[in-house]
């Protein structure tokens, strides 16, 4: 089951930085600010599914962005369920 947690984790960070950054590259070609300054922090929003709208060409990326969202929270709550496990089953 560690390995499965690892493996896990691993997958988690993966997809959840990708979307992070295709959020921003979103926001960027759409003309939004993009808070990456040095004395400037990370959004909320961008923890967050792509609400804004965007052209029609970018319409994929925003669904790709959104599907990314969905599996890293998907796989945490799967991390979270393992590792529950884990603790009960391996006193």
């Known amino acids: ?3 499965l947690l690892k493996v896990g984790a691993y997958f988690f ?3 959840f930085l990708f979307k992070i950054g295709l959020h921003i590259y979103i ?3 759409n003309g939004g600010k993009v808070f990456l ?3 400037e922090f990370l959004p909320v ?3 967050l599914p792509y609400y804004s709208e965007v052209e029609k060409r ?3 990326w925003k669904w790709v962005c959104n599907f990314l969202y969905k599996v890293s929270i998907v796989s945490l709550v799967v991390i979270v369920i393992i590792a529950i496990l884990r603790k009960f089953l391996n006193p």
């Open 37 to 39: 300054g040095p004395n």
């Open 27 to 29: 926001d960027y070609v």
């Open 1 to 3: 089951m560690s390995l």
């Open 45 to 47: 929003n961008y923890f």
């Open 58 to 60: 970018y319409q994929r």
């Open 13 to 15: 960070a993966f997809t």
